[in-house]
């Protein structure tokens, strides 16, 4: 039986993070051959059944939309942390978008803005909701930012469309970010 939620986690590894390690030829949006991750699936023992079909499931089943197939390619719409910079496509954002993060995370963003830190854009939520479960990863009250993105848009901050749920940014200046009435 395929666990895969831990395939998945797998994946999302070997796609943002780590392509070489699995001998990935990846393009400029991320995208790497179906058969090249399978190849490099199946040398180890626990994935050495894993499909194409196996992994359709793992992302119908997945709560989030992390990765795409399409023309035989797969991809993670984000996270990446690796050198060479992913292109993502530019779009207008919604008027607001949220971002969830730790409490002692607070001054530094107050002073320099959210910054990619260890990944290769800043990533936002557009909803509430998710803003939380993603600053739970960090803290166990996080904070939600508001950030007027109408507003970082008009002033020529460009925004990136990851999926439904997540848009991305190089940075949000501070100016943009509000921390209370959430
Ligand atoms: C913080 C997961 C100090 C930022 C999630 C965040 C998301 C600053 C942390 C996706 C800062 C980076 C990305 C500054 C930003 N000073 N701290 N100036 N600017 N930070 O994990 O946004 O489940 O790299 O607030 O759900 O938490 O894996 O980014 O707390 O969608 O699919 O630096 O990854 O998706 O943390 O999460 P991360 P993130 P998956």
């Given at each position: ?6 395939l ?15 001998e ?9 051959p179906?058969?090249?991750l ?29 990765h ?8 993670a ?32 963003i ?6 990619p830190?260890g ?21 166990r009250?996080?904070c ?39």
């Amino acid at each position: 039986m395929i666990n895969y939620t831990e395939l998945s986690k797998e994946i999302s590894y070997a796609l943002r993070h780590a392509p070489w390690e699995y001998e990935l030829e990846m393009d400029e949006e991320g995208y790497v051959p179906v058969e090249q991750l399978l190849d490099a699936l199946h040398k180890e023992e626990k994935w050495s059944n894993v499909s194409e079909n196996d992994l359709v499931i793992m992302i119908q089943k997945s709560e989030k939309k992390r990765h795409e197939i399409f023309n035989g390619k797969i991809k993670a719409h984000y996270g990446h942390s690796i050198p060479m910079k992913i292109a993502k496509e530019e779009k207008v954002p919604p008027e607001v978008l949220y971002h969830g993060t730790a409490r002692r995370f607070l001054n530094s963003i107050k002073e320099k803005g959210l910054l990619p830190k260890g990944r290769q854009y800043v990533h936002l939520s557009q909803d509430v909701e998710t803003a939380h479960s993603v600053g739970m990863r960090h803290d166990r009250k996080p904070c939600i930012l508001k950030i007027d993105a109408k507003l970082a848009w008009e002033d020529g901050i460009i925004f990136y469309y990851g999926n439904e749920k997540v848009w991305l940014a190089d940075e949000i200046p501070s100016k943009y970010i509000m921390v209370d009435d959430i």
